[in-house]
């Protein structure tokens, strides 16, 4: 299976066409169809329906868009890393965050290192934990910012200075406005939108087996779209401080639990990691930077 007749794969199924994708890639058509029969024939199944003016996937072909698109960033990435070999002054850099404030941090961080090496670029994913430890683990990242207690056998690790504060997300029309703070007991009956990974590691925290008996109407797993159902009357959003919109006109405010929930942030690589140049002077620095700030690193 070759990289080249993958990317010729990925075009077709973006376009839904062969003449639109033999068109992009500027090549004929026939030879673009002889590519993809081939490439059907070689793994035993039909990845197109044809029809007169388009094509679609089948289940075996979305299958091979997921695999052939992480196989192609893998493929670039690798290519990336070996052209930034012996270049110092710039290079790709990624990194997959889960969404907080304190990603400031990170943040001043890249830009103070952009002045030193200004060809750095960055690329950012979001996502929850799972999301971003899984690209992590398949090589699609160098580094990852996770919110919960990283794995020690496997990655080392910073702490970001500080910890996001947990609250509710209303409209200021709820009757929750009015308090000053959210104890578990104003929540009964109120209907919820969190994370997964907070049903699952920080509600427990704050409200023991109280937890078991909130209202979680639906989940997310980025904040935008939460606060969007929330705007919209859906539920409250039980999320992190200072990632809402809450000024006069945006209809939403936000309180505190109580008790106080925190948690921490972490910049995660995998053990043994072998960085390109540009990443490993990132290394570098997020290191001394955060050790100002009375944050060690840790390996094992």
Partial sequence: MEL???????????????TGAART????QPTLSKQLKELEAEL??????????????TEEGILLRKRAEDILDMADKTIG??????????????????????????????????????GLRFHITSGDTRVV???????????????????????????????????????????LAQKAVICPEDLQGVPLITSPQSIRADLPRWCGEAADQLNIVGTINLFYNGSVFVREGLGCLLVFDH?????PESGLCFRP???????????IWKKYQV???????????????????GTQFKAT
């Fill in 243 to 247: 990632l809402a919109d809450v000024s």
């Fill in 25 to 28: 890639l500027h090549i004929s």
């Fill in 275 to 293: 960085f390109t140049p540009i990443a490993e002077r990132l290394v570098d620095l997020l290191k001394d930077r955060f050790s100002e700030t």
């Fill in 81 to 118: 890393e070996f052209q930034s070999l012996n270049d110092i002054t710039g290079g790709d850099v990624r990194i997959g965050c889960a969404e907080s404030w304190l990603i400031h941090s990170l943040a001043d961080v890249i830009k103070d290192f952009r002045r030193q090496y200004p």
């Fill in 133 to 175: 430890v899984n690209d992590l683990e398949q090589g699609l990242s160098d580094f990852a910012v996770i919110v919960e207690p990283p794995d020690l056998s496997k990655y080392n690790y910073l702490s970001l200075p500080g910890g996001d504060t947990w609250g509710l997300l209303m409209r200021t029309d709820n009757p």
């Fill in 257 to 267: 639990l109580s008790p106080k929930l925190e948690t921490k942030m972490y910049i």
């Fill in 4 to 18: 080249r007749v993958l990317r010729y794969f990925i075009e077709v199924a973006r376009e839904g066409s062969i």
């Fill in 44 to 57: 035993g199944c039909k990845l197109f329906v044809r029809g007169n003016y388009n094509v679609h996937l």
